[in-house]
């Protein structure tokens, strides 16, 4: 259940982070709300998933899972670019996120 509150909670800061974009500095109503809502749902479900989870994992997971997700959001919807040295630091955080969670006993219950 705990991986479950940690993916809702990934998926609500990313639509968080997506909505902030268009808030453009809180002066968009709906938006502004999509926003609070949104950071409010994902700290909540990782305060949740931080009951079985070890918090540098789960922070690990959340914050990777987001720079990624954001990053391809930003090249589709918002028409921003990455250079090489973007795309590889972010391969990086995948593969560093990859490696905690398949070699590393630190994120076992």
């Known amino acids: 259940m705990s991986w479950l509150y940690l993916t809702i909670a990934i998926i609500a800061e990313i639509i968080a982070t997506s909505a902030l974009k268009g808030a453009e500095g ?4 709906w938006p502004s709300i999509i926003t609070i809502v949104g950071y409010m749902i994902a700290f909540y479900c990782l305060s949740l998933s931080l009951r ?6 789960a ?3 959340w914050s990777g899972a987001g ?3 954001i990053s391809i959001i930003g090249l589709l919807v918002f028409k921003q670019s990455l250079d090489t040295a973007a795309f590889v630091g972010i ?4 593969a560093g ?3 905690l969670n398949v070699f590393s006993k630190s994120g076992s219950l």
């Open 26 to 29: 809180f002066t968009k109503l």
């Open 52 to 57: 079985h989870i070890p918090v540098g994992i």
């Open 59 to 61: 922070y690990a997971v």
């Open 67 to 69: 720079i990624v997700a």
């Open 91 to 94: 391969t990086l955080i995948v």
């Open 97 to 99: 996120v990859f490696v």
